[in-house]
């Protein structure tokens, strides 16, 4: 059955570069503050900060991090979804979870890998999506980079159905392309007739790029529905309704239009 209105929290904070632990301490308590939400966003990398390139920060399956993601998912009875830096073999994956308050959980690996930092040296790319159902609505998780390809993002109308509703980029998008970042969360939007969240974070990393954070959810007309203040860290608390999408989605059937391209 579906929900017409998805309780969303998402967070923007400064990460302690390449510090599990204490990042994991610091959302616990985030966490505290969130009273009812469906779903839960955090940054990319949200327990080291964008580190790619240095092993020692991966973590295995059944590891710290995503044990604390299954937890937390239980106790706030919310989805949580973020990235990890996940080990396999020899392999290394910038993992997107979207974890269940069950214990469950799906996984996207990030295709577009950020070469100007040095992650398709380090990382392998992936090459599925991954749409997660919560309360009847779709929703599609990508990462940071993949947001400058509109082919990877779009969405498709097929038999009367969309591919998905909500469409998130979790990231850590430095400082310096803020103006980039809010551009195409707003274009993505547009494009695809759905909602857009992006969650990026703030502070100084270990390389000394600044982030600005300014996370924000866009409608698919493109204005913000709701957004953290830049260069602070915040939790922030919306609502976005499936009656409202639809009743745009009707009314402007932009959708019927669409090329039909295929993607992965």
């Known amino acids: ?29 985030k966490l505290e503050s969130i009273r009812q939400a469906d779903l839960i966003v955090l940054p990319e990398m949200f327990n080291t900060g964008f580190s790619p390139f240095n092993p020692a920060t991966a973590q295995s ?4 991090a995503v044990e604390w993601l299954k937890e937390n998912a239980h ?4 989805v949580i979804c973020t990235t990890v830096l996940i080990k396999e073999g020899e392999k290394m994956y910038n993992r997107l979870f979207w974890v269940r308050p069950d214990g469950s959980f799906g996984t996207y690996d990030k295709k577009h890998l950020f070469r100007m930092g040095r992650e398709d040296q380090y990382i ?21 980079y993949d947001l400058r390809f509109p082919g990877w993002s779009r969405n498709a109308y097929i038999d009367g159905e969309f591919t998905y509703d909500l469409l998130i ?12 970042w809010k551009s195409l969360l707003t274009a993505r939007a547009i494009e695809n007739q759905a ?11 270990g390389q000394s790029f600044a982030h600005s954070g300014d996370s924000c959810i866009i409608g698919p007309k493109g204005y913000v529905y709701d957004a953290a ?8 608390s919306c609502s976005i309704s499936h009656s409202e999408l639809t009743a745009f989605r009707e009314k402007f059937r932009v959708s019927l239009d669409w090329d039909k391209i295929e993607t992965l």
């Open 124 to 144: 392998t790319a992936g090459t599925k999506k991954f749409v997660g159902e919560l309360h009847g609505w779709k929703v599609m998780p990508l990462v940071c």
């Open 75 to 78: 106790k706030k009875n919310s």
């Open 229 to 236: 203040e830049p260069d602070s860290e915040a939790i922030v």
């Open 169 to 180: 980029y979790t990231a850590n998008w430095p400082e310096v392309r803020k103006n980039v």
């Open 195 to 205: 909602f857009v969240l992006g969650v990026n974070r703030i502070g100084l990393d």
């Open 1 to 29: 059955m579906k929900k017409d209105n998805l309780n969303i929290a998402f967070i923007q904070a400064n990460l302690h570069w390449e510090d599990s632990e204490r990042n994991l301490k610091q959302f616990s308590n």
């Open 61 to 64: 399956m059944d590891g710290p």
